[in-house]
């Protein structure tokens, strides 16, 4: 079966550009989680949708924002870069409360 | 909030010998899910084991076994007879089971390396 898929893999942008991250969660899957890893740390939480609502929202800045489309995929918006934005982004989704969640190979964003 | 503590930023173990991984956790709720993930050089965040707090046995997969001290809030990672695959960077990591979509929390991680 097809796992998360995320797009692009690397993106590079300047600061104060714009970019936009696509995530394609595993079929029947209910919930789709966007996670921030920096280099060396623990992957951070930004949000989560549950059934194309939100249901959690984590340390996501004022720049960015996400939502669930009808075909349960997912988009990360974040504006005006900057370099401390430069990270890994994992999208993950599950089924099911408690469940595990897969996740993606992450998109590579640098901000230059 | 819920919080998650490693310890351990790395242990170094060698090939088939056993290792264990430290966590602890913080949190007022009585039903919640514990895992481990492993993060390879890949950077690909690959599940590791599962356990569901309500449930007293500790979970196993196949070269991995936790031991899940829920007074203690206390879930140790074994690995027996560690593998060079095995070398990774390993997150403990706490989800809440009060509502759906709740968010997973993960600790700092422990780098792992086992050495032929």
């Known amino acids: 079966a097809a796992g998360v898929i995320q797009s692009p893999r690397h993106l590079i942008k300047e600061k104060r550009e714009t970019a936009t991250l696509k995530c394609y969660p595993i079929?029947?899957?209910?919930?789709v989680y966007w996670y921030q890893q920096g280099p060396g740390q623990d992957p951070q939480f930004l949000i989560s949708?549950?059934?194309?609502?939100?249901?959690d929202k984590g340390s996501i800045p004022d720049r960015f924002s996400a939502q669930q489309f009808s075909d349960y995929h997912s988009e990360l918006n974040m504006s005006s870069l900057e370099l401390g934005d430069s990270a890994l982004y994992f999208c993950?989704?599950?089924f099911g409360q408690g469940r595990e969640l897969f996740f993606g190979e992450g998109s590579r964003l640098t901000v230059l | 909030a819920q919080t998650v503590t490693q310890s351990q930023p790395e242990m170094s173990v060698q090939e088939a010998e056993t290792v264990t991984l430290s966590c602890t956790y913080d949190?007022?709720?009585?039903?919640?899910?514990l895992f481990w993930y492993k993060q390879p050089p890949s950077r690909q965040m690959i599940l590791v084991i599962r356990?569901?707090?309500?449930?007293?046995q500790n979970a196993t997969e196949n070269r991995f076994s936790v031991n899940f001290q829920k007074a203690a809030k206390s879930f140790s990672l074994k690995i027996s007879d560690s593998q060079l695959g095995d070398t990774a960077m390993y997150f403990c990591?706490?989800?809440?089971?009060?509502?759906?979509?709740?968010?997973?929390?993960f600790g700092e991680g422990t780098q792992l390396t086992v050495n032929p």
């Open positions: 949708f549950y059934e194309k609502m939100q249901s």
């Open positions: 949190t007022s709720e009585s039903n919640y899910y």
């Open positions: 356990q569901e707090a309500y449930k007293q």
């Open positions: 993950a989704s599950s």
């Open positions: 990591a706490f989800m809440s089971g009060e509502t759906s979509g709740s968010r997973l929390t």
């Open positions: 079929s029947r899957h209910d919930t």
